[in-house]
């Protein structure tokens, strides 16, 4: 079978384009969070395009969602004020939010009023999600929350915080968890950077203390967040981004390596790498594009989703071992900037990749049973 795109869907792609062309320059282009920008976006109305038009979308399918993430993401657009509102939460709250939710929240989303960090991790549950103790206790119309989060992708750029707390400390852990939305600028929050190993700022702890919220931000009926959560991270797992934004430099590193190669047999070995990465980096798109296959059928993608995830990052890693043995050694040692620069800061980024939004492991665990229909072990 051969995979083709609608006339609509091609008229789309060029339409994007060219607004990226002119939208997207060298002063916002590394800027990962840049409102401005995302509120051009919004005035296109292609901010959560894949909604349902009574909810103020375009009603447009998955396939559509998937064409804007990667040509946002191949154009390197700074997209990062909408993006986890647009990814996540706003998926979120169209199949779990109440009705006042959804005319509250909706709307905020897709103008670019909102932006939303995600409060996932903790120091004590790592990938284990469940295991999450963050603690949010009943007060009347209100939650007191009390805990820590970690790994909280730029939270210090953020309005509000999707954040899992735990509202029944005596059930078994997948059945005690809820999901709150939480004004970041809340009274007992306390927010602190984390640098990572490239010395950038993205990640940050967040603490809360005695943090006041009101029991209409809790999406979903008390102590059931954890079906929610994991339709959530389904959404981010199936991600394109993992795959495509390293795309250029694999792209780079196969026209340094064209340029420097001696046709020694050490060169044909590299060769047949970025051959084998080229077709891998084909079929980690067409997997992500089966899971928005699956999601405009209506059906919710699990272990699909996993596929798609380790696929992508696994390829990231092995690509970017690849794209330092392209552009050689020596050149790797020296201090010059551009592409060198970038590719040892993508490489120990990518280290990462497999860790981040669920491990390789955790993702093999779903496939196998929620896929494959293994008996657990």
Not at 13 to 32: I, T
Not at 35 to 50: L, Y
């Amino acid at each position: 079978m051969r995979f083709r795109f609608t006339p609509d869907q091609d008229v789309f792609r060029a339409d994007l384009q060219s607004f990226l062309k002119e939208h997207v320059s060298p002063e916002n282009v590394n800027r990962g969070t840049d409102r401005a920008f995302s509120k051009k976006v919004a005035e296109r109305g292609w901010i959560g395009t894949a909604w349902p038009q009574e909810y103020g979308g375009k009603g447009w399918g998955a396939v559509e969602q998937m064409i804007y993430n990667e040509e946002m993401i191949l154009a390197n657009a700074p997209r990062g004020y909408h993006f986890v509102a647009e990814r996540q939460v706003g998926p979120s709250l169209i199949r779990h939010g109440t009705e006042q939710q959804k005319r509250e929240w909706i709307p905020r989303i897709m103008n670019a009023d909102v932006s939303f960090a995600l409060g996932l991790s903790e120091p004590g549950a790592g990938s284990d999600l469940a295991a999450a103790a963050t603690r949010a206790a009943r007060d009347g119309d209100e939650y007191i929350v009390n805990g820590q989060k970690i790994w909280t992708s730029n939270a210090h750029l953020s309005d509000c915080i999707w954040l899992v707390v735990r509202t029944d400390p005596n059930a078994p852990k997948h059945r005690g968890i809820s999901c709150l939305m939480v004004d970041l600028a809340s009274p007992g929050i306390t927010i602190r950077p984390l640098h990572d190993m490239t010395g950038g700022h993205h990640f940050n702890e967040v603490f809360f203390e005695d943090v006041r919220v009101p029991v209409d931000r809790r999406v979903g009926d008390e102590n059931a967040g954890w079906y929610i959560l994991a339709e959530h991270l389904d959404f981010e797992r199936s991600g394109i981004e993992r795959l495509i934004d390293l795309e250029w430099i694999f792209h780079e590193a196969l026209a340094a390596w064209r340029q420097r190669t001696t046709r020694k047999v050490s060169d044909e070995a590299t060769r047949s790498e970025l051959a084998q990465l080229a077709l891998e980096l084909e079929i980690g798109r067409l997997l992500c594009y089966r899971v928005a296959w699956m999601q405009s059928a209506g059906r919710v993608p699990n272990a699909e989703a996993s596929v798609a995830k380790v696929f992508g990052t696994e390829w990231s890693q092995r690509m970017m071992r690849t794209a330092f043995k392209a552009l050689g050694l020596p050149a790797m040692a020296s201090n010059d900037a551009g592409l060198v620069q970038t590719v040892r800061t993508a490489f120990l980024n990518s280290v990462s990749r497999t860790i981040a939004g669920g491990t390789s492991e955790v993702q093999r665990n779903i496939i196998a049973g929620r896929g494959l229909g293994l008996p657990r072990s």
